[in-house]
């Protein structure tokens, strides 16, 4: 396999990531297409043919994305990476690490033209809401008070992106969180609530 890859240019289409014998090969214009693996639980799709197309594309150096749904995964994506020497290039994104990734903000500061939009920063919140309503067994598209408090979260929601995205400060969830703590929970008047919204912007800039 290294011989006939050293005849080709690099991360060439016919690159062999996998020899398979018999002149058949998992090649990087397979790799391109995507691949998916069928199998009943516990049949060895991550033992098997997983773990072999991932040491084919840790070792000719692809770099990707890997969403761990639980943790042993992650511990056995460190250990692939490795066995193929790659352990330096791994990024490991959680809660407790120093890693971090603000998907708020990069939906934000998109530079195309659906980028900064308030109702797409919304609707990823929204999926976020419906993934762990469905997660605790309540139904995603219910009907009846579910639907109201689906509604009532959508609009505060809206509200929560829009304030920072006009003061044009980052949109995270914990300055989210800290609107949302920190509003009357009886304004007066609307130009008390105005009032307040300006003063969390301004204790936000001090504080900053």
């Known amino acids: 396999m290294n011989?006939?890859?050293?005849?080709?240019?690099?991360?060439?289409?016919?690159t062999e990531l996998r020899d398979w014998g018999n002149g058949q090969a998992f090649r990087?214009?397979?790799a391109l297409t995507g691949v998916c693996v069928f199998g009943a639980t516990g049949s060895g799709k991550t033992s098997g043919p997983a773990k072999h197309l991932a040491y084919g594309?840790?070792?000719n150096d692809f770099g990707g994305l890997v969403l761990c749904a639980k943790?042993?995964?992650?511990?056995?994506w460190q250990q692939w990476a490795a066995e193929c020497d790659r352990?330096?290039?791994?990024?490991?994104?959680?809660?407790?690490?120093?890693?971090?990734?603000n998907f708020l903000e990069w939906e934000a500061s998109r530079p195309d033209a659906s980028g900064g939009l308030?109702?797409?920063i919304v609707a990823i919140l929204d999926e976020i809401a419906g993934a762990i309503a469905k997660a605790a067994g309540k139904s995603e598209n219910g009907g009846g008070d579910n639907k109201f408090w689906e509604d009532?979260?959508?609009?505060?929601?809206?509200?929560?992106?829009?304030?920072?995205v006009f003061a044009g400060l980052q949109v995270s969830l914990p300055l989210m969180r800290s609107i949302v703590s920190t509003a009357?929970?009886?304004?007066?008047?609307?130009?008390?609530?105005?009032?307040?919204?300006?003063?969390?912007?301004?204790?936000?800039?001090?504080?900053?």
């Open 87 to 101: 352990s330096d290039d791994l990024v490991i994104v959680d809660a407790t690490g120093k890693w971090r990734f």
């Open 152 to 164: 009532a979260l959508h609009h505060m929601n809206t509200n929560l992106v829009d304030l920072p």
């Open 57 to 59: 594309y840790l070792a």
């Open 184 to 208: 009357p929970p009886k304004p007066r008047s609307n130009r008390g609530c105005q009032l307040a919204g300006v003063q969390l912007l301004l204790e936000y800039f001090a504080g900053g």
């Open 28 to 30: 990087l214009s397979d």
């Open 71 to 76: 943790k042993e995964e992650r511990r056995q």
């Open 3 to 14: 011989e006939i890859n050293s005849e080709l240019p690099e991360f060439h289409p016919q």
């Open 118 to 120: 308030t109702i797409n």
